[in-house]
């Protein structure tokens, strides 16, 4: 079956700063891979995600890519604020049953 | 909001026993799947749902079953429950099963074994 790697699992990085968080997946059937953020304790909400057939996605401050021969993609975020500290967790879908496997989460964490 | 909704939010019980979780999908999605999130673990996806049917399955122990009811409610039933089943689980729902249909969450039940 599919398998995702996340890295790092921790991110610490200054107010205003960029950052990245990167994930590699097996399957070269995926075709669909979503971000979620969560918050302590709550639920996981859909930040951004991109699809097979685009190599990058942009929503204001955060911004996806991906690289289909290398089998990876990647989460960026700039000018980081405090608000943006949660863990952030990337996923990849494979077709067959809407089955979405998850890489093991970044905690991010923006200090002032 | 979501508008994924999942009841109850806690829940304590002891070893041995029987607990029912429930959720409701958001109005007009089919699918429901459910997902375990131990202590500082990731997601771990254990079962789907899809108008009724079972569509896929993970990583769901024995002890667990799910179903899916003509009125697109789903419940996650957990049985003889060991401490190792404390977990927030979740419930999240899409439309259907196209391609990289986006999933919606609830806001979990958190279930503490004594």
């Known amino acids: 079956g599919e398998n995702v790697e996340q890295h790092p699992s921790t991110l610490s990085v200054q107010e205003g700063d960029s950052a990245v968080i990167k994930c590699t997946y097996s399957d070269s059937a995926s075709n669909y891979f979503p971000w979620y953020k969560q918050e302590l304790g709550k639920r996981p909400q859909l930040i951004i995600d991109i699809r097979s057939n685009v190599g990058e996605k942009k929503d204001q401050r955060i911004a996806v890519t991906l690289n289909k021969t290398a089998k990876h993609f990647s989460l960026h975020i700039t000018e980081t604020q405090p608000e943006d500290s949660a863990v952030y967790f990337c996923a990849a879908y494979r077709g067959g049953g809407n089955k979405l496997t998850f890489g093991t989460g970044t905690q991010l964490k923006v200090e002032l | 909001d979501s508008g994924v909704t999942q009841t109850p939010k806690h829940l304590i019980t002891a070893t041995g026993q029987r607990v029912t979780l429930r959720c409701s999908p958001r109005s007009g999605d089919l699918s429901v799947y459910w997902y375990q999130q131990s202590l500082d673990q990731g997601l771990q996806f254990l079962i789907q749902?899809?108008?009724?049917?079972?569509?896929a399955k993970g990583n769901i122990l024995e002890r667990f079953s799910a179903q899916q009811f003509p009125d697109l409610h789903s419940e996650l039933n957990l049985s003889s429950l060991e401490l190792g089943d404390s977990a927030l689980y979740f419930c999240?729902?899409?439309?259907?099963?196209?391609?990289?249909?986006?999933?919606?969450f609830g806001p979990g039940t958190r279930l503490t074994v004594l």
């Open positions: 999240a729902s899409s439309q259907g099963v196209s391609e990289g249909d986006t999933q919606y």
């Open positions: 749902y899809y108008n009724g049917e079972e569509r």
